[in-house]
């Protein structure tokens, strides 16, 4: 009986404790799967920050990448506005040996003549041909003993003036040589400054991509955002300078809307390293020298030289047209639009835009008059 007792309390238990033994096992799971999903919540906000702190390193890192090729782009451009400007300097030079040559050959002739009517009825030998119309220089004892023989003998007077023009032409010469080595020195050393930016813009091309493979959407969200964080602070700060009142500074040139509109007007336009070409291509100093050449105001080639050439002004004396350089040494110029906008040709592989000015980066403020 008892056996049979115990038996029908072991049928009537076992139930029981399969379901106690149930429900003490869902009870037990449910804290470890809630303990085990808090370390993956801790892990995913870890990646997401560690990808945000990776996305501004990159960005920092383009920037920084942006600024060594300013200042290649800028070299490269000082090069060029240099070899224009020695261009113009032996254009000048071949115009004055070319004018003195002229005065020369009009001085030999006369004096030619005036030994023909000396050996009236005799040919004027070959050595006698010679000196006249020698062109080196006549510095030579016998030479010039000789002329002034002739000079006096028939009363001309000017072998002293002759002797001068030989020898200016002779500094001419000499200068033009110089200034042609220089300019083959400039090429030079801009055909290496253009391989140089032109290397590192590659860099920057080729990093700027394996970023937006690796990061995509975080990388222009971040992008995005900086953008406009930067817009509202330009703006923000452009309307304080609006509260302050400058004197002895130069008034803004009339011209400056034209100017305005002249950049305006390129906007979309590709960037190249040293370029100045309407519709077909710009770097940031030659859409600014462009644009005031419009307003009818001549300025320098590079930015550095637009930096020193301008009259600066304070920042916060800042109007429409004016000139804002970045980096230092200067590398970058752009044209201020007012509200805290302004328009450049920021590098290669962008176009002729307008953005935020970054007031914290700014070296200079140049005034074209």
């Not at 006698?128 to 003993?145: K, Q």
């Not at 452009?238 to 008034?251: D, G, H, L, W």
């Not at 301008?310 to 804002?324: K, V």
Request: glycine share 8%.
């Amino acid at each position: 009986m008892t056996r049979s007792a115990v038996g029908r309390f072991r049928r009537t238990v076992s139930p029981l404790a399969g379901a106690i033994c149930c429900v003490s096992l869902v009870v037990g799971l449910a804290p470890a799967q809630a303990g085990a999903a808090t370390p993956d919540l801790n892990r995913l906000v870890q990646t997401s920050d560690q990808k945000q702190r990776e996305v501004e390193a990159i960005l920092d890192e383009l920037d920084r990448l942006e600024e060594q090729m300013d200042a290649l782009a800028d070299d490269y451009a000082d090069a060029i506005n240099d070899g224009i400007e020695l261009d113009k300097e032996i254009a000048a030079t071949e115009d004055r040996i070319k004018a003195k040559e002229i005065e020369l050959a009009a001085m030999q002739a006369q004096l030619q003549n005036v030994a023909l009517k000396t050996f009236v009825g005799k040919s004027v030998s070959n050595s006698l041909a010679s000196i006249l119309s020698s062109t080196g220089t006549l510095s030579d004892a016998v030479r010039r003993s000789y002329l002034t023989s002739v000079a006096l003998n028939t009363g001309v007077g000017g072998l002293d003036q002759l002797q001068a023009v030989i020898e200016e032409i002779a500094r001419e010469r000499k200068q033009l040589e110089s200034q042609r080595t220089r300019a083959g020195g400039i090429a030079d050393y801009a055909k290496k400054r253009l391989a140089a930016a032109e290397a590192s813009a590659a860099a920057y091309s080729a990093r700027q991509a394996q970023a937006l493979l690796e990061l995509g959407d975080l990388l222009r969200n971040e992008q995005s955002r900086r953008a406009k964080a930067a817009l509202e602070e330009a703006k923000r700060q452009a309307a304080e300078f609006t509260k302050k009142k400058y004197s002895n500074i130069p008034a803004p040139s009339l011209a400056a809307g034209i100017a305005v509109k002249a950049a305006l007007s390129q906007l979309g336009v590709p960037y190249k390293f040293g370029a100045l070409s309407p519709g077909l291509a710009f770097d940031c100093s030659g859409l600014v020298a462009y644009a005031w050449a419009k307003a009818g105001v001549g300025i320098p080639r590079s930015s550095r030289s637009q930096y020193y050439a301008l009259t600066r002004i304070p920042t916060g004396a800042i109007q429409p047209g004016d000139l804002i350089f970045t980096r230092n040494p200067v590398s970058h110029v752009g044209m201020y639009l007012g509200n805290g906008q302004m328009i450049a040709a920021p590098r290669t592989g962008d176009v002729v835009k307008v953005y935020a000015v970054s007031w914290s980066k700014v070296t200079g403020v140049g005034r074209p008059k």
